[in-house]
């Protein structure tokens, strides 16, 4: 069936108001979750052949977040989908409130390729869970992931409940032209600005999770050692291609070599090699010749070696870096970390100040003044204080970026909210109506008027 058939057939299929009722969205929430639990080793292969990418990552920072979310809906459906009663103002007497959340419709989510799983699915289950139908256009750049999610769902789904449409940038042109009632993508910063464009034609709301240069400060009140291990895991799983990854480092100059040293020791013990079953490789060719250049010899601290057959790329770090050099200028979504150096604390923050606001920021520090100067002077997505990115593995926390790095946010109640209208109903009583509001005025009736107000 042509694509624009099967938007038809959902905007239809939400009118039979089947989607609101929450029997409904558990049975299918379910079913997703029973899906990926019988297919797992399918879905493992799949990436593998896409990157590289272990097992043990796969289902740590994919599989699990999705099982995650489909429990966390199941759970806390009734109370997220109940209305709430909110307070009645006293020219509104008598009367009550309530904000009811109301599904929107039919939606898109367009997914990217770095997280297939996880950053396809888990907005498909928020959009489920808050009673919506939705069309899925996974990132046709990791193509057995979107294969297998597409013979997943298309088999067991009803195309007018839930579709994946699997395709690249035509395809996700024709969709755009299509009116949805949300649309959520994930992705560069670069199409993101295609997306919001081609939304605003239909007065489409958006929800944009985009990415950005995300920095690690590290002081010299830190703990250094567990400094270096949390940040060398965070840089370099999935091989740098994580969104909140540390895209760059600001270390104190003091505790600079000591510190470099400690990072090197980690990467050598966390066994990244050529060989590894364990270290993603670059997704791609393009990608894989667009981080090469980035690599200055002159400035390898260490690493710096790769392999085109393998799409391998060592863990890199590069020292001697300044703001303008060309690595400092772009996203960089790779095994490459290049680190600066400050005197000053302040003058530090001042640095990041004048880039693009980042989808994570990471400070590691024991000294509380400058955690608080971190939180209240700097705008990002959301980050840590003493880890890196793990803020996203604490579903209590909205995730999202700011300015150059997104709009809106989801996971948990953010991502049931993300998905639903906060509708507003006063119901009034039909007693008790004083004639205070109602023509012809007079001095008096304003009078009161401004009492009541
Ligand atoms: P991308 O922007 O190239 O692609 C994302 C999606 O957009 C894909 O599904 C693709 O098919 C589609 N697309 C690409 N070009 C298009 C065009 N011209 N018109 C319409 N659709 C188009 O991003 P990517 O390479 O898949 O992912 C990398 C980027 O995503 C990085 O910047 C990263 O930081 C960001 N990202 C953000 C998050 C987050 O949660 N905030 C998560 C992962 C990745």
Redesign the pocket.
């Known amino acids: 069936m042509e694509i624009e058939k099967i938007v038809l057939s959902q905007k239809d299929f939400f009118k039979t108001q089947q989607t609101k009722s929450l029997a409904f969205r558990k049975i299918y929430l379910e079913k997703l979750r029973n899906l990926i639990i019988t297919n797992e080793d399918m879905l493992y292969e799949a990436i593998y052949k896409d990157f590289g990418k272990s097992k043990f990552d796969t289902f740590t920072t994919e599989l699990s977040f999705i099982l995650h979310d489909i429990d966390y809906y199941l759970k806390n459906l009734k109370s997220l989908a109940k209305p709430k009663k909110v307070g009645t103002n006293l020219v509104n007497q008598f009367g009550n409130s309530k904000i009811y959340a109301d599904p929107l419709g039919c939606v898109l989510v367009?997914?990217?390729?770095?997280?297939p799983y996880q950053?396809s699915l888990s907005p498909i289950v928020a959009a489920i869970a808050a009673g919506n139908c939705c069309i899925l256009?996974?990132?046709?750049?990791a193509e057995n992931t979107m294969k297998a999610m597409a013979e997943i769902i298309n088999k067991n789904f009803p195309p007018e409940y839930l579709y994946v449409y699997e395709g690249?940038?035509d395809e996700?042109?024709r969709l755009?032209e299509l009116k949805f009632d949300k649309i959520f993508?994930?992705?560069?910063?670069?199409?993101g600005k295609?997306?919001y464009k081609a939304a605003s034609e239909h007065l489409t709301p958006v929800v944009l999770?985009?990415?950005g240069k995300s920095p690690a400060i590290v002081t010299k009140d830190a703990n250094l050692d567990i400094a270096a291990k949390r940040i060398v895991w965070g840089k370099f799983l999935n091989a740098g291609q994580t969104?909140v990854a540390p895209d760059y480092l600001l270390v104190e100059e003091v505790i600079q070599e000591q510190f470099l040293e400690m990072l090197r020791k980690y990467i050598k013990e966390f066994k990244y090699n050529a060989d590894s079953e364990q270290y993603t490789r670059i997704i791609n060719q393009r990608n894989f010749h667009r981080l090469t250049k980035l690599i200055s010899p002159e400035k390898i601290y260490c690493g710096g070696g790769f392999s085109e057959e393998k799409l391998y790329i060592e863990p890199t770090i590069l020292t001697d870096i300044h703001w303008n050099d060309e690595i400092m200028q772009e996203?960089i979504?790779g095994p490459l970390l290049p680190v600066l150096s400050f005197q000053n604390y302040n003058a530090a923050l001042n640095s990041i100040l004048e880039l693009e606001k980042p989808?994570a920021a990471y400070l590691f520090t024991n000294n509380t003044e400058e955690k608080e100067i971190f939180t209240k002077r700097l705008s990002f997505g959301g980050g840590c204080i003493n880890e890196t990115i793990m803020h996203l593995g604490n579903g209590n926390l909205p995730f999202g970026?700011v300015g150059n790095?997104?709009i809106g946010n989801y996971h948990g109640k953010y991502g049931f909210d993300s998905f639903s209208h906060q509708k507003s109903v006063l119901e009034k009583a039909t007693w008790g109506e004083p004639n205070i509001k109602y023509p012809p005025y007079s001095e008096k009736k304003l009078t009161w008027i401004r009492r009541l107000l």
Not at 137 to 141: D, F, G, V, Y
Not at 185 to 191: D, E, I, N, Q
Request: charged share 15%; with cysteine; proline share 3%.
């Open positions: 367009i997914g990217a390729w770095n997280y950053l256009k996974p990132s046709e750049i690249g940038i996700t042109t755009l993508f994930t992705g560069s910063t670069k199409v295609i997306i999770e985009l990415g969104c996203e979504f989808l970026g790095s997104g």
